[in-house]
């Protein structure tokens, strides 16, 4: 057995050879991952057993590959991922059912909560409060989180609290094959969002005392950024050194964001490297000025150890959010191998980072965050090795000038690379395309990682002794420039490109073609090259739906007009979002319907379309419509006498909102929210919610 296993490990060794076409060490994690998605994809959940019969399949493809395909490299390679795969779609089905996330009961009635505040930031120009809870009338068993609108007076986090609120369960997506907020509800604990009806009372709790410490500090800290950087960064200065935004302005927040610098605000990968990548270099040297140190022992190891537990600090301080440990798991991999004296920045530290993270959350690997920190380090590694080489070929000139030259080199194509890394990724998600963010970065992210990152981090040391108030002038100055960037660039002609959104078909082969291109080598690659391309030309000839029906029974139609809307006060949320999708920045205008007290007709694409408020003119509607939207319900007989298709108020409140594709004056497909986004567990307990994120705590 000992020297079967010793020939698989020779036959692992071997594929994980630069030299091969595929990498083992790098494949692993994404054969993972691939099983996570083959779970999360599923239209209903997976049995039980599912999980169970995953593992067992797994073990035995590891069994036959050390017994049957010892010195046999590609077959032995293959029989593993197969079996990683099964164990990723194990393990996603394991963490998700573990999470048992209990949920509010839908009601209009406020109930009393007990708890402690874990989280402030502003909404819409109000405060919104992310609580842990202890207790909630008529709940044995309480969610571990909910979100509401409130008024907390002098309460901060960490403060205990009662309080009455109204609370809803977490939405459904607002249109079809939108994101879901009760996905993210489910792995986070939130089990109600909502809104207070009256300011909130101070209680008295015990438990829970380091989380609540912790964000005492992080709250007192964020305050006491904003209170001594100045005024104009202060949002921004706190919102990068704790993770705190609630004090960004909406306007500074939306300039960032068009400019293709909106990155900035989240704490990630870029963040976490520029703090800990700072401490490093200045230990190192520090110690490397002092001869008796640097000639006795490297004053890399010293340096990284600080660094990892400057690190750790700064991911305590920024709340642990999911984002910002993805982060840390990434820069603490490169610094362990700094210490254990390995190749340090890598495809395989790379792939070590994700490997960690999706068996930590297999969730992650469908969130925007996760695809394009590793598309945008993992292109930039792949770029560096070529870059590298490039050098070692030839010689190349030195001096101060040339170093200055190179640096602006690299900068540009570091940006250009993750630019380009992640724009597909951005769109696929957020159905937009900063058209000018190459040259906002590149006249942005200088000033940003050599005088923003390291004078906060200097601030941050310097804080205990009251001594940050120059280091934050300095932090301030700098993003002066950056949001001085941001607004110049946002207000150039075009700065923002609508994009549709892509199907799940068009993803999956550009993943896997970018996957290729940056993970493999020879004619791997040059296919890679070739599905990125399918992709684009697959996308691009995707059509989107140009009809659109909100759970309220509000229709928004594309018409030779442009988009038209059957009432503009209703589901406007919802319609924008659906107008955001369909890669347009249009608003609904209000043409093409006729409307009375009964309801509205009107015509799209040769459709003819009626909204019936009551049943009274629904027999009418129903002779000369193909569609009709009743705002009640139907009885069985006047289903039975209705030649068009008929939607009541029971139907949307059983599929979530809907959309249509016609043509010719006939649907040709449909689609709704419920059979996009399935049967699945968190999806069971969590009722849609007709209203918008402004109007209750969304």
Avoid at 26 to 36: K, Q
Avoid at 71 to 88: F, K
Avoid at 541 to 570: K, Y
Wanted: charged share 15%.
């Amino acid at each position: 057995m000992a020297s079967r296993v010793i020939g698989a490990s020779a036959a692992a060794r071997d594929t994980v050879h630069d030299g091969q076409p595929i990498r083992l060490a790098i494949w692993a994690p994404i054969a993972f991952a691939v099983g996570a998605i083959a779970y999360f994809a599923n239209a209903r959940e997976p049995a039980a057993s599912a999980g169970l019969i995953a593992l067992a399949f797994a073990a035995g493809l590891i069994v036959v590959s050390l017994y049957r395909l010892r010195g046999r490299p590609l077959a032995w390679s293959a029989a593993l991922l197969v079996a990683l795969a099964a164990l990723g779609f194990a393990r996603a089905q394991w963490h998700t059912v573990a999470q048992r996330a209990n949920v509010v009961r839908e009601s209009a009635r406020a109930v009393t909560i007990t708890g402690w505040i874990e989280a402030v930031e502003t909404r819409n120009g109000r405060e919104r409060i992310m609580a842990r809870l202890v207790s909630l009338d008529g709940m044995a068993d309480p969610p571990r989180r909910v979100r509401f609108y409130g008024e907390r007076g002098a309460l901060g986090p960490g403060d205990a609290f009662r309080a009455r609120v109204v609370l809803t369960p977490p939405r459904r997506p607002a249109v079809p094959g939108g994101y879901d907020p009760a996905f993210a509800a489910w792995f986070s604990g939130l089990g109600g969002t909502g809104y207070a009806i009256a300011p909130l009372e101070v209680a008295s709790l015990g438990g829970d005392t380091v989380r609540r410490r912790l964000a005492r500090w992080r709250w007192s800290m964020a305050e006491h950024i904003r209170s001594r950087a100045p005024p104009g960064a202060a949002g921004i200065a706190a919102a990068l050194l704790t993770g705190d935004r609630s004090g960004i302005p909406d306007e500074q927040a939306e300039a960032l964001r068009s400019a293709g610098l909106g990155h900035i605000l989240a704490i990630s990968g870029l963040h976490m490297s520029l703090f800990a990548g700072g401490l490093f270099f200045a230990v190192r040297a520090g110690l490397a000025a002092i001869p008796a140190v640097a000639s006795r022992r490297d004053p890399r190891i010293p340096a990284a150890v600080f660094a990892l537990w400057g690190a750790g600090l700064y991911l305590v301080l920024s709340g642990m959010s999911v984002s910002t440990q993805r982060a840390f798991v990434m820069v603490a991999v490169i610094l362990l191998g700094v210490i254990f004296k390995r190749r340090a920045i890598s495809l395989q530290s790379i792939a070590l980072a994700a490997a960690i993270i999706l068996v930590l959350q297999p969730q992650s690997v469908l969130s925007p965050g996760f695809q394009m920190s590793f598309a945008a380090a993992a292109a930039l590694v792949a770029a560096f090795d070529i870059w590298r080489q490039k050098r070692r070929d030839s010689e190349g000139a030195r001096g101060w000038l040339s170093g200055i030259a190179r640096f602006w080199a690299s900068l540009s194509v570091s940006s250009l690379v993750a630019g380009s890394a992640t724009a597909a990724f951005a769109a696929f998600h957020f159905n937009r395309i900063a058209v000018y963010g190459f040259l906002a970065n590149l006249a942005a992210m200088p000033v940003f990682s050599l005088v923003v990152m390291p004078a906060g981090a200097l601030a941050l040391a310097l804080a205990p002794l009251g001594l940050d108030r120059p280091v934050l002038a300095v932090m301030g100055w700098g993003l002066a420039w950056v949001v001085g960037v941001a607004e110049t660039v946002s207000n150039w002609p075009g700065a923002i490109a609508p994009a549709a959104s892509a199907p799940g078909h068009v993803v999956a082969v550009y993943a896997l073609g970018f996957v290729l291109l940056v993970a493999a080598s020879g004619w791997p690659r040059r296919l890679g090259v070739a599905l990125i391309a399918l992709a684009y030309m697959l996308w691009w000839q995707s059509d989107s739906p140009n009809l659109f029906l909100s759970e309220d029974g509000v229709i928004l139609a594309h018409t030779e007009a442009g988009w038209t809307s059957s009432d503009r006060r209703r589901a406007r949320f919802a319609s924008r979002v659906f107008l955001e999708q369909s890669g347009t920045r249009e608003r609904a205008g209000p043409g093409g319907w006729t409307c009375d007290r009964r309801g509205c007709f009107g015509t799209a694409r040769g459709l003819s379309i009626a909204i019936a408020r009551t049943g009274e003119s629904l027999a009418e509607d129903c002779d000369r419509a193909g569609l009709v939207v009743l705002h009640d319900t139907a009885s069985p007989v006047q289903r039975a006498h209705c030649r068009a298709w008929l939607i009541d108020a029971a139907d949307l409140a059983r599929t979530g909102a809907m959309s249509f594709w016609v043509s010719q004056g006939q649907i040709s497909q449909s689609t709704s929210v419920e059979r996009e986004r399935g049967d699945r567990i968190w999806a069971r307990s969590h009722a849609g919610d007709r209203r918008s994120p402004s109007d209750n705590g969304g």
